[in-house]
């Protein structure tokens, strides 16, 4: 997982990886993309977006009918929660 300072190569990146895999048709690999992309926005201090959007993938991932990975986007979300003082959520 990047650290917090690399949240532009990480959101460059995501947003490259959501057009080639929204382009061909891949569902997992836009999904992980948009979770790179919520980080990204949480990381740079829009956390309600990066939450929103950390929320829709992990809705999306398991849609997907994997269940891999999704503690970590599990854990970006109780960071960004944290950031915001939603401790509980």
């Known amino acids: 997982m990047p650290s917090a300072r690399e949240w532009q190569p990480?959101?460059?990146?995501?947003?490259?990886?959501?057009?080639?895999?929204?382009?061909?048709?891949?569902?997992?690999?836009?999904?992980?993309?948009?979770?790179?992309?919520?980080?990204a926005l949480a990381a740079q201090g829009q956390h309600v977006?990066?939450?929103t959007q950390l929320r829709q993938c992990l809705d999306a991932w398991r849609a997907t009918g994997t269940e891999m990975s999704t503690e970590e986007v599990l854990a970006q979300l109780a960071e960004a929660y944290g950031q915001v003082g939603q401790v509980a959520e």
């Open 49 to 51: 977006e990066g939450i």
């Open 10 to 39: 990480a959101q460059a990146h995501a947003e490259a990886l959501l057009a080639v895999a929204t382009e061909h048709g891949f569902a997992r690999y836009v999904v992980l993309g948009a979770y790179f992309r919520g980080w």
